[in-house]
């Protein structure tokens, strides 16, 4: 009994100790309890080690390995906690300080953007009952996605009709919320008539694409490309000369929200280029996507 009596006394005056280093040095008060965590290693990154995390007076400290500085810290990504505001995440005093008691932290690379550490700290709240920030970082969403879409095509200016597509892609991250990446789909821009001329038309594409994500999940997205474009025209039966099958330049524009379960919604215009073999087609459709 004694000798855990003293180790117990001895463990006191070591955390007395750092405290008042603490509050000397960096200002920021070690508590005497709350050091229950746990550091999963996903891809080690020694130079960006978590050393200790706590939770202290409704905010989360967490103090890394000296490289880490205001100028050069991981990307940290946390739960918003129900009723509360979006986290607040700084760097004060040698900690990154979260403006809220967290259960779960992962840490990102701040230049590949892998996951490296992961963070468990319990006996806080119940974590179970937290739902997914709706606060995203852009990166997580950049991969292959797929989408479809439905809408209305108006073929070389005679009225619209019922059209529809489909697409799968790949978008890379470059900085902050700016993706890239290209995407390869099929659509059919329907069949119309007007003053006894029908036309049809369908088509597929390739196109580049660039996209700007917000946190608040918001998007917004620009694309060129080319398509092959197969149509036609007809009056009475009978073909109407010099429209046919050729390849043509294809620009489009989207809007749309993207959740945190990797599901976006978007309203999107695409217009190909007439030439001397293509119809003009402008299409306007609602679409639904999934990144995986």
């Known amino acids: ?9 001895i463990t006191t005056l070591v955390l007395c100790a750092l405290s008042s280093t603490m509050i000397f040095a960096d200002e920021i008060t070690l508590p005497s309890t709350n050091f229950n965590f746990d ?8 130079a960006y080690q978590p050393l200790t995390a706590f939770v202290n007076d409704g905010k ?3 103090k890394f390995v000296p490289t880490v500085s205001s100028s050069n810290l991981p990307i940290i990504l946390v739960d918003q ?3 509360h505001p979006a986290p607040q995440i700084a760097y004060q005093d040698g900690y990154v300080v979260i403006d809220q008691p967290s259960s779960t932290i992962k840490i990102y690379h701040p230049k590949t953007k892998a996951l490296i550490y992961q963070l468990q700290l319990s006996n806080h709240f119940d974590y179970n009952k937290v739902p997914p ?3 995203l970082l852009p990166y997580e969403y950049a991969g292959f996605f797929v989408g479809a879409n439905v809408g209305a095509a108006n073929i070389d200016s005679k009225g619209y009709a019922a059209a529809f597509g489909g ?3 790949y978008d890379w991250h470059f900085y902050k919320g700016f993706l890239a990446g290209f995407e390869f789909g099929g659509n059919y821009d329907g069949k119309q008539t007007k003053d006894q001329v029908t036309v049809k038309s369908w088509n597929i594409n390739l196109m580049l694409r660039a996209r700007y994500l917000f946190e608040s999940g918001f998007n917004f997205v620009g694309k060129l490309g080319g398509a092959y474009v197969r149509n036609s025209a007809t009056q009475n039966g009978t073909d109407v000369g010099g429209i046919g099958n050729g390849v043509a330049a294809r620009a489009g524009a989207s809007a749309g929200y993207l959740f945190t379960n990797g599901i976006g919604l978007n309203l999107e215009y695409d217009h190909v280029f007439s ?3 293509v119809n003009s087609v402008n299409t306007v459709t609602m679409g639904i996507s999934y990144t995986f």
Do not use: D, E, Q, W
């Not at 009994?1 to 006394?9: A, N, W």
């Not at 550091?39 to 020694?46: E, G, L, Q, R, Y």
């Open 133 to 135: 920030s709706p606060h």
């Open 81 to 83: 906690l129900p009723g």
């Open 167 to 169: 697409n799968i892609g």
């Open 60 to 62: 989360t400290y967490i």
């Open 275 to 277: 030439t001397s073999k």
């Open 39 to 46: 550091i999963k290693t996903v891809s080690s990154a020694p």
């Open 1 to 9: 009994m004694g000798y855990f009596f003293m180790l117990r006394k």
